[in-house]
Structure formats: C-alpha cells, structure tokens
C-alpha cells in the first residue's frame, strides 16, 4: 500500500511540475506576442475555408451527417475572409 501511496503523490508532483513550467513558457510567449504585431494572411483563411467546406461536404455525403461540423468551419472561416476582403 505504502509503494501505491508514494507513486501518486510522486505523480501528481511531477505532473504539477509539467504544468507548471507549460503555464511559465505560455506566458513568456504572451508577452513576446503584444510586442510585434503581426498582421494577419486572410488569404490562409480563405484556403482553409474551401477546404473545410468540401472536406465536410464529402465526409457528410460518404460517412455520416455527423460532420456538418466541418463544413460549418469552412462556413466560418469564408465569413471571416468576406468580413475583411479589404485588407
């Protein structure tokens, strides 16, 4: 029982040590992030549009209507590439 008892607490340990140090990298990156300001490749999000639209339009059609889903996406991320056809 003792060997059960010091493998959790030895787990749950180094567990808090990954998160730990993943929640530091994450804010480290954060702060690099607000200082350059990138602009954003709309023409990306209207690539991934089309394919995300035929891709779920496809799976719909062969597999299950489960994955309106995806088509959904690719509705998205048109809208996005329509909302901002300007920059």
């Not at 060997?3 to 954060?30: H, R, S, Y």
Request: proline share 1%; glycine share 8%.
């Amino acid at each position: 029982m003792v060997i059960k008892m010091d493998f959790w607490i030895i787990f749950l340990f180094l567990l808090g040590l990954v998160l730990l140090a993943t929640l530091t990298c994450f804010c480290q990156n954060e702060k690099k992030r607000t200082e350059q300001v990138k602009e954003i490749n709309y023409q990306a999000f209207f690539f991934l549009g089309i394919s995300f639209m035929g891709m779920g339009t496809a799976l719909r059609a062969a597999i299950s209507p489960g994955f309106m889903g995806i088509k959904a996406l690719g509705t998205i991320y048109m809208s996005i590439v329509l909302n901002n056809r300007d920059k």
